[in-house]
Structures are given as C-alpha cells and as structure tokens.
C-alpha cells in the first residue's frame, strides 16, 4: 500500500536545514511526502485564554486532518523533543477545549517519530514522552526512526535504517486510520 501524498512530515527543529531536516527530506523522498516546518509558521505557546486563536495553529491542524498517516521529525534535546515540538503539542489543548470537533478528526491517527542526536540510543525519556502523548491524544504509535549523528547527517550511513522505516509505516496495520466523526 502507497501512503504517497497522504503522509505528512512535521519538522519541528531550531535548524530548517539541519541534520533532523536531511532525515525528514530523506524520508520523504522515499514517498514523495509533504514536510511542514514549524519554523515557517507562528505558533504562540498554549493560553488559558485562548488569546492566541489566530496564529497559525489551527490552520496546520486542519492541514493535517488531510493525511493518513503523520511523522513527527524533531532532534533530541536534552532527552526530550525540540521546544517547537513542545509547543505543537501542549497547543493541542486547544483541540480538547475550545475546538473539540477539529481534534476528534485526529483521533485514532496513526503517527511516528524520527529522531537525530548525538546518543547511540534514543533516550528512553524521549520514548516515554511520545508514547504518553500520543496515548492521551488517541494516536496510534508506530514505528520510530532515529539515527545518530555526532556530526553531519550521513545519507549513506542510514540509507538501509530509513528505507526498513518507510517500509515499516506501509504495512497494512499502520495505515488503518479511518477518520472519525
């Protein structure tokens, strides 16, 4: 099965060119995915008032609703997500208060996480955060992809771990998503 256009990267990363940006391009080449960098958008942090309503937030949410299947792309920072990342998520309170219809078309998503840094291993605390998240959220969490990289990204070095990746998300069980009303 093809994910083709339906799958959307988020590049969540203080560098729009970094090693975390050469993996997502490397991933999305495979299937010819569509990347969002949040760099590119305004997305204030969460507010109890909900002030905020007309950054770019609900607009990439609602782009998002076209996919089937999303992978968050973010470098380890300090065994843990990217604060742009952060800030994604802890917006998606907005969809549990005051924008409850727009974030039932998430539920039951089927999502993943790609990953560089410096570490031979992702952090379990980094793992831990997503599977809690993706949890309470109601995404289905699927495979991670993380490739380490104590200097500049290496195609090369991870071509093989990338390519058993985007296998791995093909399968017929990661692509049940069926949007919900």
């Given at each position: 099965m093809n994910i083709g256009s339906?799958?959307?990267i988020v590049l969540a990363s203080s560098?729009?060119?970094?090693?975390?940006?050469?993996l997502a391009q490397a991933v999305a080449a495979e299937r010819?995915?569509?990347?969002?960098?949040?760099?590119k958008f305004s997305?204030?942090?969460f507010d109890y008032e909900h002030k905020n309503k007309?950054?770019?937030?609900?607009?990439?949410i609602e782009a998002l609703t076209e996919s089937d299947y999303i992978i968050f792309a973010t470098p380890v920072y300090w065994y843990s997500m990217s604060a742009q990342l952060k800030t994604f998520f802890d917006r998606f309170?907005?969809?549990?208060?005051?924008?409850?219809?727009?974030?039932?078309?998430?539920?039951?998503?089927?999502?993943?996480?790609?990953?560089?840094?410096?570490?031979?291993?992702?952090?379990?605390s980094f793992t831990q955060q997503f599977e809690s998240i993706?949890?309470?959220?109601?995404?289905?969490?699927g495979s991670q992809l993380y490739c380490c990289c104590p200097a500049d990204f290496e195609l090369q070095q991870h071509k093989k771990a990338i390519q058993q990746y985007v296998k791995d998300i093909e399968s017929p069980s990661a692509l049940a998503?069926?949007?919900?009303?």
């Open positions: 339906k799958l959307t560098r729009s060119n970094g090693n975390t940006s050469k010819q995915a569509k990347i969002i960098d949040l760099n997305i204030s942090y007309s950054d770019d937030f609900l607009h990439l309170t907005d969809l549990l208060t005051i924008n409850k219809d727009l974030g039932r078309k998430l539920r039951g998503m089927p999502v993943s996480v790609i990953a560089t840094g410096t570490d031979a291993a992702l952090p379990l993706t949890d309470y959220l109601g995404f289905q969490l998503y069926k949007y919900h009303e």
